[in-house]
C-alpha cells in the first residue's frame, strides 16, 4: 500500500495548493535522481513525490482521494480517476524552480509584448569636445519594423491569422513517457515558433520577418563634461520590440583623446610650464594655458622646481550642472639654458661666486644631513 500523499509531502490535509505545491519542490529538489546519481532509493522516493503531487495538484482526484484514500483514484479501483500516472506537470516551470533555469509555467503565455535589444555605439571625441560639448550626425544600421507591412510581417492588404495549432497561445501541451510515468509538458508552439499566429501571405519586402536593416541618421548633443566610459542613453532608438512591445534603446559610449598640453581626472584639469631660472628667482608675470584659453599669472619670488599652483573653477564643466567646474593645476619645473656663449658662462660663475647658503635653504638643509650622517 502506497504511502499517505499528505505525509510523502509533509504537509497537513487541510494544506492549501500553494502549500502543497511549495511541499513538492522541496521534496523534488531533494530526491532529484540528478542530484543522486545512481542512488535507486533516491529515485523511488522522487517518483512517490511526484506520484503525491500529481493527485494533491489535482482538484478532481483530491478530493477523490480524501474521500476513498487510495481506492479512489486507482484505475482498477472503483474511483476510475485515470491512474496516477498521468498527470500534467510543465518541466519547464519544475526545473526552472528547483535549479534556477528553464523556461517559466505552462499557464503563462510566451507571445506576450517584449522590448527590443539595446544597441551601442562608440563616439571618438577631440578633448576639447568632450570638455565644452559638441554636436555631430551619426549613422547607424540596426533593424527596423519593415515600413511596407508596418511590421506584422504579411502581405499588405492581408493580416497574420490565429495559429490554428495553439490557438494564439504560443504554447502547446504534449503527453510524454518520463521517469515519472505519462507527463503533459508544455512547448513552444511548432507551427508558429511560440508568435501565436502564423502569416499566409509573407510580405514581400521583408519576406515575412516584419523588419529590415535601415540605416539611420541621428544628430547627438554631446554633453560639455563627458569622460571615457560616459553613456549617453537614447531613448528609443534601440531595435524594436516583438508583439508590439517597446522599442529598445541606443547608447552612446565616450571616448576621448589625449591632449599636447593638458591631462585630465575626472573634472580636474593639469599642465606643466616651463620657466626660466631668473623668473623662477625674481618672480614674474608670465601666461599660462588653460582649456579657456591663456591667462595672467603673477610667479612668486623663489619658484621652486615641481612646485603647484591651483586655478580654482578652470577645469571641466560638470555635465550634471554646467555652472560646477573643476580645477586646473599648474604645475611649474625650471629649464636649465643650454649653448651657452663665453660672455654668458662668464657672466653666469661671476653671479654664482655672489651665493652663499643663505641663498640655498634647502641644498644647505642638504649637506648639513649629508655631514651628520657620516659623523
Not at 540528478?34 to 542512488?39: A, E, Q, T, V
Not at 535589444?117 to 577631440?126: C, G, P, T, V
Not at 492588404?157 to 508544455?186: D, I, K
Not at 521583408?206 to 548633443?221: D, E, N, Q, S, V
Amino acid at each position: 500500500m502506497p504511502r499517505d500523499y499528505y505525509e510523502v509531502l509533509g504537509v497537513d490535509k487541510g494544506a492549501s495548493d500553494d502549500e502543497i505545491k511549495k511541499a513538492f519542490r522541496q521534496q523534488a529538489k531533494k530526491y532529484h535522481p540528478d542530484l543522486h546519481p545512481g542512488d535507486k532509493e533516491a529515485e523511488a522516493r522522487f517518483k512517490e513525490v511526484n506520484e503525491a503531487y500529481s493527485i494533491l495538484s489535482d482538484p478532481d482526484k483530491k478530493s477523490k482521494y480524501d474521500q476513498f484514500g487510495h481506492a479512489g483514484v486507482d484505475p482498477n479501483g472503483f474511483g476510475g480517476a485515470g491512474g496516477y500516472g498521468a498527470y500534467d506537470v510543465d518541466l519547464g516551470d519544475l526545473f526552472s524552480s528547483i535549479f534556477g533555469f528553464g523556461g517559466g509555467g505552462g499557464s503563462r503565455r510566451k507571445n506576450g509584448p517584449s522590448k527590443g535589444s539595446d544597441l551601442k555605439y562608440r563616439m571618438s571625441l577631440e578633448f576639447m569636445e568632450a570638455a565644452f560639448g559638441v554636436e555631430r550626425d551619426i549613422q547607424i544600421t540596426k533593424e527596423d519594423l519593415c515600413k511596407a507591412c508596418g511590421g506584422s510581417g504579411a502581405q499588405p492588404g492581408t493580416t497574420p491569422e490565429t495559429c490554428p495549432t495553439c490557438r494564439g497561445a504560443g504554447r502547446v501541451q504534449q503527453q510524454t513517457q518520463t521517469l515519472f510515468g505519462m507527463t503533459m509538458v508544455t512547448k513552444t508552439c511548432p507551427t508558429c515558433s511560440g508568435r501565436g499566429t502564423v502569416i499566409k501571405v509573407p510580405c514581400t519586402q521583408c519576406r515575412g520577418r516584419g523588419r529590415l536593416k535601415t540605416a539611420k541618421t541621428l544628430h547627438i548633443k554631446v554633453p560639455a563634461g563627458v569622460d571615457t566610459g560616459d553613456l549617453l542613453p537614447l531613448r528609443g532608438e534601440g531595435e524594436p520590440g516583438t508583439n508590439g512591445g517597446a522599442y529598445g534603446d541606443l547608447f552612446i559610449e565616450f571616448r576621448v583623446k589625449s591632449h599636447d598640453v593638458f591631462k585630465r581626472e575626472g573634472l580636474n584639469t593639469f599642465c606643466d610650464v616651463p620657466i626660466t631660472y631668473a623668473q623662477a628667482a625674481l618672480g614674474a608675470e608670465i601666461e599660462v594655458p588653460t582649456i579657456y584659453g591663456k591667462e595672467k599669472f603673477m610667479l612668486k619670488e623663489g619658484t621652486q622646481p615641481g612646485d603647484t599652483s591651483i586655478l580654482r573653477g578652470r577645469g571641466i564643466p560638470n555635465k550634471s550642472n554646467p555652472n560646477m567646474k573643476g580645477d586646473h593645476t599648474i604645475k611649474f619645473y625650471i629649464e636649465v639654458p643650454t649653448g651657452l656663449t663665453r660672455e654668458q658662462k662668464a657672466l653666469l660663475a661671476q653671479f654664482n661666486n655672489t651665493l652663499t647658503d643663505r641663498n640655498y635653504t634647502k641644498r644647505s638643509q642638504f649637506f648639513q644631513k649629508f655631514k651628520n650622517l657620516f659623523k
